[in-house]
Structures are given as structure tokens and as C-alpha cells.
């Protein structure tokens, strides 16, 4: 598996610095380095570990078959032609790189491959022509030729780039219509605007016409049966309004600017003229056609070896390539070479999986090879030939609803449990058919680390959310997590927000927290669900924040896993937590903070021993917090030291034992956003006693003498009066008592709340 996700790994970085890779050989080529070319390298490499994967992967009569012929026409370079040797090694990997990697592709699966990953692709494209012209920077066509016009940015070929943006502009263009995203929209729209501006090429402006043409028919196809009159009489009219526009744009480009040159070189003069063979050939092959009798005539003419091997990439570069590929293919490497090439051609797109943009994307790419030439033959246009197929592989799939889940709180290999709930609830919604992904922050341990987290936390919110298209972007803890959500939320159609509501992110206890709850007011404006941990929280989101009720789900954090938190006997228990078995042990399990009442239990505990009560109790506070020395001090205050024993927060295994330890659990928060309190349900289903402040999210389960004792909030006398009231029970009276603990802890089971989240995403 490890192997697995390093070659994923490699084939991901591989694809990403496709764009990086032509720049550099642009650079090479414009300031003459003779130096081998860092691309033809990287993608040489690249060549050689696809024929692994496929040795590995029993495609070995067809590499055999390869691997022949390679040898073959190298010896008979190196015997009877004076080619450069270089030069013919090259040629034949770059001609025979295509069906290789179509292939591969076919094999291959990586599901982080899809079109988006290609969108991602074709902005670093767009990008690297757009920001050199921003700084006056980069390669014009006008210095090589000067009556022409057009910039291609960082890169110095223009056929090649022309190639890939057309190519693969149906699938982009395709996810572009589709995505729920406005932001992205317009900025594609306008990147690529200026792009068919700048370039200028015929295959740049044709190619797009083409491809709108081609989407607005499947559109048609798709939609037309379920169309309103009036949206069908909207379409009727959309042909006539892009024909216009067309006409009106065409006359201010640099491609039209282009085309009169050529009209004029050629002494052209009318649409007659422009019909003629000639000037066809003028016109769309640059007089390349002309030559192609010159080339024929040389081949023909050539030993029986020749016609069979090909006259060598050499002897083409001293004559002229034709730029129309399958010329340059067959010319170059012979009929044995062709044969073979479309062998392994048909081997490969024989299992062909390619359909509907994909497939139209493989003929355009088809088309231009035999106008415009640099497309079958070049390594950096046949990957994303090649790709195609793993492409179409991957939009065959189960239409799962996908959900972005966003959330400051998740658990990591230090902090497992810092958000356990988030990561069970993805979890499960991943079991019942959801596609999920994260933009999550862990638990950071220094100031700089939390800082740089949550700008990263922000940044991947807003760019997941604008070039993904998310069914649901499904946000945990409101004020800290909800602002990147909150503009992609604004700024996209049919995406739902849902924000989940945990404590004080939207009731503050303290002053310095009124600032989160002012935050979630402006973000739960935007929400079209709000998830909350109780009937309490309920209330607060009605009557504080004007929620609707039928818009207020109530889902409590995850819920318990009853199947771990039950009841074991006492005496192991102990046991493995290392407490005597001679006390009996009252517990606090609980952060040491502000209003979560450790300080009541330390007070009861102090009335206890006042009263003479405490001989045979012992005393347990688990936890840890900002406030650790101040309840030190209050301990050492009340001379409590010998009766508490202190631990730091535990793993859930280890809290199994520690409830079961326990003869009663003190759950004594006074937090107004204490919005559940799990730790009380998880006492609960180990069947171990329950005394708890009467008061928030903590009176949702905990039922004054029926399934536990609760005790005015703050009130420590009242508290030491429930100890001693537990203590004056009888055994039938304790089963009873356990009885409906465990009976409420299984209704906040894990799988007993299943429906309650899925309802929120139906």
C-alpha cells in the first residue's frame, strides 16, 4: 500500500511539472544551450518506469514487440546511416511515447487524476502566458517572424502549447459550465479570453469555436426533453447571439491581424483565390503540403533498408519536416516502424474506455496533428493525450454526493482524541456513500505553528470550495471555521452550508469569546442548515440567532460508542488504572478550565472532609488546562492532597476503566456553553453514577433521580448532600438507577444517531 501511494505520489508531481518542464526547454532553446534538455530527461525517466509498471502488470508480449523493433532500428542507425544517434534514440521515444502511455493509462488508476486536476493544470498554462505579459516579459512570435503577431508567454513553441489548451479545453470547459462556483467562472472565462487574444493562433481561436459548438449540441441532446418553452426558445437564439459575436470580436484579433498577412504575402485577394490547392496549402500549412513530393521522392528512392527503418529524424531535420504527424511518423522511422506503431496504437486503444468529452477531446487532438503538426509526436502534448483515458476512467463512477468538511478541531497521531467526533462523523457519512474531503487543522503546539495553520486552514477553504463542485460544505465550529466556507458559499450556486455548532462558538462564557458568538451571527446568515449537540443549543440558534426550526438539526457530536463504554467489573478496573481497591473513588473527568466546576467538586470534597465524611473516599480529577495551578492552589488551600490524585487527560480505552473504577461521576459545569457534555453519557453507559449541574446542555439526558441526582449549578453543599444521598442507597435502588443510565447512554449511541446526521444531507 505504502508503494502504492509513492507511486501516486510520482505520477502526481510528474503531471504538475508538465508546464514547469516546457518552460525550461523554452529557455534552453531560446538562449541556445546545447546542454541535453532537463525535460527529455524527466520525461525519458518517466518513460522507463511506465515500462516497468507494465512488465509488472503482464503487458509483456507488446513490450517484447517494442523492445525488438527499438533495437532493431538502433542497430541499423548505427550500421548503415550516418543519422546522429542522439537524435534517432529521441525520435523513436517520442514517437512511440503516445501508445505507450495510453498503455499505461489504461492500466493505471489514480483517482486524484480527474478533471479538476486538469483545470488545475490548464490555469498554470493559462497563467504562464497572462503573468509575463503583466511584466513584459516572455516570448513574441514577432521577433522570429517579423509581419506576424502573438506572445506565448514563458513558453517559446507555439504549436505545441496551442495544442495542449485545445485538447484538453472540453474537459475544462466542460467542469467550468458545471461548477457551483462564480468566482471561478469568470476568472476562467476571462484567462482564457485573453489567452485565445493573445496567442493568436488559428488552432487557439478554431479550436474553441469548435469545442463551444460541440457543448452546446451535447447540451441540447442531454436537456432538450426537460426543457421549459421558454429555455428552449432561449437556446434557439444562443447560436445567433455567439455568430455575432464572433463576427464582431474575429476583426479585432491578432489572429485575424495574422491572416491578413497571410492573404497579402500570398497575393490573395478574393474567396475564390483563397479555395485554390495552392493556396489552401498557403494558408493552413504554411506551403508545408508543397514539400511533402520532395520528401516521397527522397524515401522512394531510397535502399530497400531505408524504406523499411525510415530516413531517420537527421535527414528529415535537413530536408524539412512536414509538421502533419502520421507523415513525419512514417518518413522518419520506415514501414516496419509504422507497422509497429500501430500495432501497439491498436493494442491501446483497443480497450479503449474513452466517451463523450473525452473522446471528443482525442479527435481534436487527432485533427490537429494533421494541420498543425507537434501533437502525436511531441512527449509534452501525448501525456495529455495518453491521460484522456485515465480521465474517462475516472468520471465513470457512483454518484456519490460530495461534501467538503471543514474544521479547526481533528485529531492527529500526537492528539488523537482533539476532535475524535469530526473525524468519527466523516467517517461515518463516508461509509453511507459520501465523498469526503478535508480542510482540517490539527492541534499546534506553538503560537507561529497555529497561525500559519489557520491561514492555510482559510486558504485551502476558499480554493477547495471554488474549484470544487461540493454538494455540501459542512463546517464545524462556527466562528473559528466558517470564513473561507462563508465566501465560497456566497459566491456559488446550488453548494448548501451546513454549520455545526459545538460550545462557545456561538454562547460565550467569558467576555473575550463575546467576539466568536458576533462572528457566528454573520455566518449562520449564510447557512442553510445548522447542526447543534442538543435541544438546548435548540433554543439558543431559535431564539439568539433566529434560526428556523425545521433549518435546526439536533446531533449530538458523534454521539457514544456503547460497545467500548460499558460496564466491567469494578475490581479489574481498579486494577488496571492502578487505584486501591480498598476506596471507593468519586471522579471529576473534565478540562480544567473557567466554569467547568472543578472548583465545586474541590469544595464539596473540602465539606465532606469537614464533616468527617471521607475516610474511606478517595478523589479523582482527570484533566488538563489553562487553570491547573489555581485548582493546585485550591487543593493545597483545603490540605486535600493526601484524598485527590491527579491525572492528565486519557484514551478512551483507558477511560473505560477509569468510569468503572468510579462509584459516582461528578459532572459539575456551570458553562453556559456547555452544549452536551459526552463525558456524562459515557459515565452513563458504563452504568456508573451520575451527578450532574442541573443546568445547559447537561439537563438534555441527565434526569434528577431517575438515571442520576443533579445538583443546583455551583453549589458545592448541594453537590456534598448528593455524594451522601448516593452513599444512603440500596442495592435495588443502585440496579435501578443503572438500569436507565445505560438505557439513555444507548440513545445517544453512534449508530442510534445515524439518521439524525444523514437527514441533514438528504
Known sequence: MKKEKKFNLLVIVFMLVQPLLDVITS??????INAISISLIIR????????????????????FLFLVYFLLAISYQLAFTKNNFIVEISNIIQIFYLPILILFFNKYNNKNIN???VLILYFIYLNLILVPYLFGIGYDITSRYVNKKGFFGLFYFGNEISGILIGLLPIVL????????????????????????LVGTKTMFLGTIITIIFLYIRYLKQNYLFMSDKKRYIMYFLPIIFILLVVLIFPKTIMYSNLKTTLKY??????????????????LYSNRLDKIGKINNKFVSSKYQTVMYGLGKTVLLSV??????????????????????FLLFSKAYRNNSLRDIYDFSFILFLIMSLFSGHILIKTNVSIYIALLFLLSKNSIKIDKKRILLVSNMYPSKKYKYYGSFVKNTKEFLEKNDFEIDLVVIQKQDTFIKKLYAYFKFYFMSIIKGIFNNYDYIYVHFISHSSLGA????????????????????????????????????????YADKVVVPSNYYKDVMMKEYEVKEEDIYVYPSGGVDTKLFKNIDMNQAKKKCKLKEEYNYIGYISRIEKN??????????????????IDNKRFLIVGTGSLEEEMNNLIKKYDLIDYIELRSMVSQEELVNLYNSLDIFVFPTYRKSESLGLVGLEAMACETFVIGSDNYGVKDYLKNNKNGFAFEPKNYKDLKNKILDYYELNNEQLIKFRKKERETALKYDINANKDKILEVFK
Not at 320 to 336: A, K, M, N, P, R
Request: proline share 0%; net charge positive; aromatic share 14%.
Open 115 to 117: 478533471d479538476k486536476f
Open 486 to 525: 462563508v465566501f465560497t458559499k456566497i459566491f456559488s450556486k446550488d453548494t448548501k452550508l451546513i454549520l455545526n455548532a459545538h460550545g462557545n462558538d456561538v454562547v460565550n462564557d467569558l467576555e473575550s469569546e463575546i467576539k466568536n458568538v458576533n462572528k457566528s451571527k454573520n455566518y449562520i446568515k
Open 266 to 283: 500570398y497575393k490573395i485577394d478574393s474567396l475564390k483565390e483563397a479555395t485554390t490547392i495552392k493556396n489552401i496549402d498557403n494558408i
Open 174 to 197: 466542460n467542469y467550468v459550465i458545471k461548477a457551483n462556483n462564480y468566482i471561478l467562472k469568470f476568472v476562467f472565462y476571462l484567462e482564457l479570453l485573453l489567452v485565445i487574444y
Open 27 to 32: 529557455i534552453q532553446i531560446n538562449n541556445n
Open 44 to 63: 525519458g525517466l518517466f518513460f522507463l518506469i511506465v515500462l516497468y509498471y507494465l512488465l509488472k502488470n503482464k503487458e509483456r508480449k507488446f513490450l
Open 320 to 341: 524539412s519536416t512536414l509538421e502533419i504527424d502520421i507523415l513525419d511518423i512514417f518518413f522518419s522511422i520506415g514501414i516496419f516502424g509504422t507497422i509497429i506503431y
Open 596 to 613: 467547568k466546576g472543578y472548583d465545586v467538586f474541590i469544595k464539596a470534597i473540602n465539606e465532606l472532609k469537614e464533616e468527617n465524611k
